[in-house]
Nanobody, 125 residues
Framework: QLQLVESGGGLVQPGGSLRLSCAAS????????IGWFRQAPGQEREGVSC????????YYADSVKGRFTISRDNAKSTVYLQMNNLKPEDTAVYYC??????????????????WGQGTQVTVSS
């Protein structure tokens, strides 16, 4: 099982930006499908974005489309989630997850076997 470590969360004002990182040790993340999920207090976990291992196709939930960008740096074995124009409703704990390679990714939690510990993102003025 992969060990994933998220970082980059924090407190930001509405309209601000954050970049989350998901790093893997001892494994090349480029081989895996990577997903970002989030969970706000009292709410179910929500799939935010994913990046396939093959052609690098991406998926974004409607709630973040146009504001979030997922990318990968294979040399650093790190996947990023650039979050712009953040809104209070983006407040949540964000998790990255890795799953087996697939032609196209989907943010179905059951398809991801390795999860990070999460990083808190708070959007508030």
């Amino acid at each position: 099982q992969l060990q994933l470590v998220e970082s980059g969360g924090g407190l930001v004002q509405p309209g601000g930006s954050l970049r989350l990182s998901c790093a893997a040790s001892r494994f090349t993340l480029g081989y895996y499908t990577i997903g970002w999920f989030r969970q706000a207090p009292g709410q179910e976990r929500e799939g935010v974005s994913c990046l396939s291992s093959g052609d690098g196709s991406t998926y974004y939930a409607d709630s973040v489309k146009g504001r979030f960008t997922i990318s990968r740096d294979n040399a650093k074995s790190t996947v990023y989630l650039q979050m712009n124009n953040l809104k209070p409703e983006d407040t949540a704990v964000y998790y990255c997850a890795a799953g087996p390679p697939r032609p196209r990714c989907t943010v179905v939690a059951g398809r991801f076997g390795s999860w990070g510990q999460g990083t808190q993102v708070t959007v508030s003025s």
